[in-house]
């Protein structure tokens, strides 16, 4: 590369290794770098990438050579307060995990404590709890189908995404109470029973999601700009994601039958028909349309449930209060999150706390395949890619 | 035969040194085995053969030293399987990487280090990934010496399939026919006994 260049760009590789600029994370990527590509810092704060990502890559033109993404920005110790405080305590952290799907980590959480604790949950509850996850699963989905477009520069559908978004936290506000970080699950059931209205609306919910649907499809997803940023374009097959433990959508565009209401059946996703979608393809436009299908099963199983529900309590008698001890033992207990399966690991000796917890995130197992699947491919698909994964970072460093 | 006692057996041929199948309405896992840590990696590239993904990989500390367990889970079958490593020197505590198998691996492992501040051999990156690269004092989720459990009093419970004599978990030898129902008890008195009355 020209001399002059190098006087400008200080990130440029030269031979003189006391010249870089850069923190810690640069310098230790800068090591394998060779003479003359540039080294780029995407974000953290860029809005490509969803919250606070840092991918550093190595560019030769416009070609990815190699990338890592730098985590921890939004590290704030979810599996250290797991181990300070009491299981009931605990419980409001899990919607702050994963802000765009909490309640996919309420169950995970407080399925762990029931499994492990023997705590029976009535009937009610349990679809209580699946119309909460599912209404959950679409308002991911729609926001990361807005985000995902926007990041490829159609400006336009976040907006119709937003739309959808609003009445779905409308409809989970009337039990839950909350719009974001939703705190809806207790040991034993659920916090609130559903009243009319919620019913009501979410029966309006139904068909209209099926019509906005439609409309998604003539908009965007047949839209030949967006086709051409997403078809053929990092591809991920089932060999990848197995080696990185990918899982959700991503897994399932690559052709894996493998859902965990399905796999290893909880709550009482076994009473429920529908259809989880399969690719392939498995590149950028299969996990786009993988994610649009499974708001079309979700519709199904709400439309089902929403029928169904029988009467009844939404919450045991006895359920556990505040000082409550879990038992000593050992669980896993997997669900399936809006990204892949959310998995909480607990080990507890009996304590007033639990030993240790572990929290799977899908996110972070989903992100760690980027550098592979970014490799060799041009910058601005390397993002498209990124946004293919659906991050959400604190979930990701916890 | 079932595939988990086909890999019940394997882990055997692996010289496994604790291997208990835990009951899975319960637990959540099928099998689980701890291995000594240079049986690991050929262990690990048997699973991947088979189709297994690596899902997780949870770090804790007891009296005992460290419980690195492996969650490994196949797609094509319900088989989750909990592979661990006891490492008594706490202080050189060392476990070779899983990276040329599973290169998801290396993340789960940087996140260990993190914490635990536990080496892994041959991870090809092993800098902070989710901490500080220059944060102080000890890892964080190290424990001090008075708020350590032993891995007893954690109850893992499930059948007994095999136990190495000097293992910690295992039960005492004089009554070698206890060996198959080591957590039965604890079984019945466990889950019911629930704090339940508890009180802010």
């Known amino acids: 590369m020209a001399s002059w260049l190098n006087f400008i760009n200080p990130f440029t590789i030269d031979d003189d290794p006391g010249t870089y600029l850069g923190d810690f994370y640069t310098d230790n990527f800068e090591k394998g770098a060779q003479k003359g590509n540039v080294i780029l810092n995407l974000g953290p704060q860029h809005p490509s990438t969803h919250g606070v990502l840092r991918v550093l890559v190595e560019l030769y033109g416009e070609y990815v050579l190699r990338s890592e993404p730098v985590l921890g920005y939004l590290h704030r110790m979810q599996e250290k307060m797991g181990e300070v405080k009491t299981p009931y305590q605990y419980l409001p952290n899990m919607g702050r995990v994963d802000y765009l799907n909490p309640i996919a980590w309420n169950w995970a959480y407080a399925g762990a404590v029931e499994l492990l604790a023997g705590i029976e949950v009535p009937e009610r509850a349990e679809y209580l709890r699946i119309i909460s996850a599912e209404l959950n699963r679409i308002s991911s989905h729609l926001l990361w189908w807005g985000a995902f477009v926007l990041d490829l520069g159609g400006v336009t559908p976040i907006l119709y995404a937003f739309e959808e978004r609003e009445k779905i936290n409308d409809i989970l506000q009337i039990v839950t109470g909350s719009r974001l970080t939703m705190n809806y699950f207790r040991f034993g059931g659920v916090g609130q029973d559903g009243d009319e209205r919620f019913f009501a609306l979410i029966g309006e919910f139904i068909p209209y999601m099926r019509e906005r649907l439609k409309m998604y499809k003539d908009l965007v997803t047949d839209n030949v700009i967006l086709r051409r940023r997403l078809e053929g374009i990092g591809p991920m097959d089932r060999d990848l994601c197995l080696r990185y433990g990918a899982t959700g959508p991503i897994l399932r565009a690559a052709g894996v039958d493998y859902d965990t209401r399905k796999a290893i059946p909880y709550g009482l996703y076994h009473k429920f028909e529908y259809r989880v979608p399969i690719g392939p393809p498995n590149d950028n436009f299969g996990r786009y349309i993988m994610r649009l299908e499974e708001i079309e099963a979700s519709l199904t199983i709400l439309s089902q449930a929403i029928e169904s529900i029988p009467q009844g309590k939404h919450i045991i008698d006895k359920a556990p209060k505040p000082a409550y001890k879990l038992p000593p033992g050992e669980v896993f207990f997997a669900v399936e999150g809006a990204r892949g399966q959310v998995i909480c690991h607990i080990l507890s000796d009996g304590g007033k706390t639990p030993y240790r917890i572990k929290l799977r995130a899908p996110g972070f197992s989903n992100l760690s395949l980027f550098a592979e699947a970014a490799k060799g491919t041009i910058l601005a698909d390397a993002i498209a890619i990124l946004g293919s994964l659906d991050l959400v970072i604190p979930e990701v460093d916890r | ?200």
Request: some cysteine; hydrophobic content about 40%; aromatic content about 10%.
């Open chain 2, 1 to 200: 035969m079932t595939s988990i006692d086909n890999w019940s057996a394997t882990c055997r041929d692996f010289g496994a040194l604790y291997v208990t199948r835990p009951d899975f309405s319960k637990q959540g896992i099928h099998l689980s085995a701890y291995l000594p840590p240079e049986a690991l990696l050929d262990m690990a590239q048997k699973l991947k053969d088979e189709g297994f993904t690596l899902l997780t990989i949870t770090t804790a500390e007891f009296t005992e030293g460290f419980v690195v367990s492996y969650l490994f889970d196949s797609f094509t079958e319900s088989s989750r399987l909990a592979l661990r490593v006891l490492l008594k020197d706490k202080e050189k505590a060392k476990v070779p990487s899983l990276y040329s198998i599973y290169q998801g691996a290396e993340w789960h492992e940087r996140e260990s280090y993190d914490f635990f501040g536990l080496i892994f051999e041959d991870n090809p990156n092993l800098v902070p990934l989710l901490l500080p690269h220059d944060l102080a004092g000890p890892p964080p989720l190290r424990k001090a010496a008075g708020a350590l459990s032993s891995l007893k009093a954690i109850n893992f419970q499930g059948k007994l399939e095999y136990a190495d004599p000097d293992f910690p978990l295992a039960p005492e030898p004089q009554e070698p026919a206890e060996l198959a129902t080591i957590s039965e008890a604890a079984t019945e008195t466990g889950p019911s006994s629930g704090n339940n009355e508890g009180g802010a």
